[in-house]
């Protein structure tokens, strides 16, 4: 898992075998699973330390990013993913006499 990156098809590479027989051996072998969970922790530390370093610099892209994905909490997600209150629910009720299947409601539209 180190040397292909936590990159399944570069380890199924490598190693002769389908990407199939890698995930099943992550979802069967603990320590295989163990081994991919970290490499691929590892890869995302560095890559967030990549981002923060061009935050730093003012980098707006990357500033944009981190707020969209980071700080949609607080309303800097995408715009139609803001939170929006429940709408009310409307109800109506017919008069007694609109009721009756025998009258046509149509005709007292407004």
Request: with cysteine.
């Amino acid at each position: 898992m180190k040397s292909s990156g936590g990159i399944i098809s570069l380890a199924a590479r490598k190693l002769g075998c389908s990407r199939t027989t890698i995930y099943n051996y992550i979802h069967r072998y603990p320590k295989v699973r163990e081994a991919y969970e970290e490499i691929t922790e590892t890869w995302l530390d560095i890559a967030e330390m990549k981002l923060f370093q061009k935050i730093l610099e003012g980098d707006l892209r990357a500033i944009t990013f981190y707020l969209r994905n980071k700080g949609a909490s607080r309303g800097y997600g995408p715009v139609g993913k803001k939170w929006m209150p429940p709408q009310p629910t409307i109800e109506i009720v017919l008069p007694e006499w609109a009721r009756d299947e025998d009258v046509d409601v149509a005709q007292y539209q407004m």
